[in-house]
Nanobody, 126 residues
Framework: QVQLVESGGGLVQPGGSLRLSCAAS???????????MGWYRRAPGKQRELVAS???????NYADSVKGRFTISKENAKDTVYLQMNNLKPEDTAVYYC?????????????????WGQGTQVTVSS
Protein backbone atom coordinates (compact mmCIF):
# COMPACT_ATOMS: atom_id res chain seq x y z
CA GLN A 1 0.00 0.00 0.00
CA VAL A 2 1.40 3.36 -1.01
CA GLN A 3 1.85 5.85 1.80
CA LEU A 4 2.54 9.55 1.39
CA VAL A 5 3.60 11.72 4.32
CA GLU A 6 3.70 15.49 3.89
CA SER A 7 5.60 17.86 6.13
CA GLY A 8 6.88 21.42 6.18
CA GLY A 9 3.70 23.42 6.53
CA GLY A 10 3.21 26.21 9.02
CA LEU A 11 2.39 29.85 9.58
CA VAL A 12 4.30 32.39 7.49
CA GLN A 13 3.96 36.08 6.79
CA PRO A 14 3.09 37.34 3.30
CA GLY A 15 6.20 37.36 1.15
CA GLY A 16 7.74 34.51 3.11
CA SER A 17 8.78 31.04 2.00
CA LEU A 18 8.14 27.44 2.93
CA ARG A 19 9.34 24.13 1.57
CA LEU A 20 6.97 21.19 1.70
CA SER A 21 8.21 17.62 1.54
CA CYS A 22 6.37 14.44 0.67
CA ALA A 23 7.98 11.11 1.52
CA ALA A 24 6.62 8.12 -0.38
CA SER A 25 6.79 4.53 0.87
CA UNK A 26 5.07 1.18 0.79
CA UNK A 27 5.90 -0.11 -2.67
CA UNK A 28 8.49 -2.71 -3.51
CA UNK A 29 10.42 -0.18 -5.53
CA UNK A 30 10.69 3.57 -5.84
CA UNK A 31 7.37 5.35 -6.21
CA UNK A 32 8.66 8.77 -7.15
CA UNK A 33 10.99 7.52 -9.88
CA UNK A 34 8.33 5.61 -11.84
CA UNK A 35 5.26 7.79 -11.32
CA UNK A 36 4.30 11.37 -11.91
CA MET A 37 3.76 13.28 -8.69
CA GLY A 38 1.57 16.21 -7.89
CA TRP A 39 0.82 18.75 -5.19
CA TYR A 40 -2.77 19.77 -4.61
CA ARG A 41 -4.30 22.23 -2.19
CA ARG A 42 -7.70 22.82 -0.72
CA ALA A 43 -8.57 26.21 0.69
CA PRO A 44 -11.55 26.69 3.03
CA GLY A 45 -14.78 26.67 1.06
CA LYS A 46 -13.05 25.86 -2.21
CA GLN A 47 -12.49 22.78 -4.32
CA ARG A 48 -9.20 20.95 -4.35
CA GLU A 49 -6.92 22.26 -7.07
CA LEU A 50 -3.75 20.98 -8.70
CA VAL A 51 -0.90 23.33 -7.84
CA ALA A 52 2.08 21.64 -9.48
CA SER A 53 3.06 18.35 -11.08
CA UNK A 54 6.25 16.66 -12.19
CA UNK A 55 6.64 13.88 -14.72
CA UNK A 56 8.87 10.82 -14.41
CA UNK A 57 11.40 12.64 -16.57
CA UNK A 58 11.28 15.78 -14.47
CA UNK A 59 9.09 18.04 -16.61
CA UNK A 60 7.07 20.38 -14.43
CA ASN A 61 3.74 22.10 -14.75
CA TYR A 62 2.12 24.77 -12.56
CA ALA A 63 -1.20 26.41 -11.95
CA ASP A 64 -1.23 29.96 -13.26
CA SER A 65 -1.74 31.29 -9.74
CA VAL A 66 1.64 29.97 -8.56
CA LYS A 67 3.83 30.21 -11.66
CA GLY A 68 7.08 31.98 -10.91
CA ARG A 69 6.64 31.51 -7.15
CA PHE A 70 6.43 27.75 -6.59
CA THR A 71 8.88 25.07 -7.69
CA ILE A 72 8.23 21.33 -7.62
CA SER A 73 11.18 18.95 -7.54
CA LYS A 74 11.99 15.40 -6.55
CA GLU A 75 14.77 13.17 -5.27
CA ASN A 76 14.31 9.68 -6.64
CA ALA A 77 16.93 8.22 -4.30
CA LYS A 78 14.97 9.47 -1.30
CA ASP A 79 11.57 8.76 -2.85
CA THR A 80 10.62 12.30 -1.94
CA VAL A 81 8.98 15.18 -3.76
CA TYR A 82 9.22 18.82 -2.70
CA LEU A 83 7.31 22.03 -3.19
CA GLN A 84 9.32 25.20 -2.69
CA MET A 85 6.95 28.10 -2.14
CA ASN A 86 8.27 31.65 -2.33
CA ASN A 87 6.61 35.05 -2.12
CA LEU A 88 3.64 33.49 -0.37
CA LYS A 89 0.31 35.30 -0.42
CA PRO A 90 -2.70 35.05 1.89
CA GLU A 91 -4.61 33.33 -0.92
CA ASP A 92 -2.08 30.47 -0.76
CA THR A 93 -3.53 29.50 2.62
CA ALA A 94 -4.76 25.93 2.31
CA VAL A 95 -4.11 22.33 3.22
CA TYR A 96 -1.53 20.98 0.79
CA TYR A 97 -1.65 17.34 -0.32
CA CYS A 98 0.82 15.13 -2.12
CA UNK A 99 -0.42 12.74 -4.78
CA UNK A 100 0.79 9.92 -7.03
CA UNK A 101 -0.47 10.01 -10.58
CA UNK A 102 0.28 9.69 -14.25
CA UNK A 103 1.37 12.23 -16.81
CA UNK A 104 2.76 12.00 -20.33
CA UNK A 105 6.36 12.96 -20.93
CA UNK A 106 5.20 16.36 -22.14
CA UNK A 107 3.54 17.05 -18.81
CA UNK A 108 0.51 18.37 -20.68
CA UNK A 109 -1.93 16.89 -18.18
CA UNK A 110 -1.88 15.15 -14.82
CA UNK A 111 -4.18 12.32 -13.78
CA UNK A 112 -4.28 11.63 -10.02
CA UNK A 113 -4.38 8.12 -8.64
CA UNK A 114 -6.27 7.58 -5.44
CA UNK A 115 -3.20 7.85 -3.22
CA TRP A 116 -3.12 10.86 -0.94
CA GLY A 117 -1.21 12.00 2.07
CA GLN A 118 -2.83 13.41 5.20
CA GLY A 119 -2.05 16.96 4.16
CA THR A 120 -0.08 19.78 5.72
CA GLN A 121 -1.55 23.15 6.65
CA VAL A 122 -0.06 26.30 5.16
CA THR A 123 -1.28 29.59 6.60
CA VAL A 124 -0.10 32.90 5.17
CA SER A 125 -1.02 35.76 7.44
CA SER A 126 0.47 38.83 9.05
Amino acid sequence: QVQLVESGGGLVQPGGSLRLSCAASGASGSIVSINAMGWYRRAPGKQRELVASITVGGRTNYADSVKGRFTISKENAKDTVYLQMNNLKPEDTAVYYCNVGSSPASGSYYYPYDYWGQGTQVTVSS
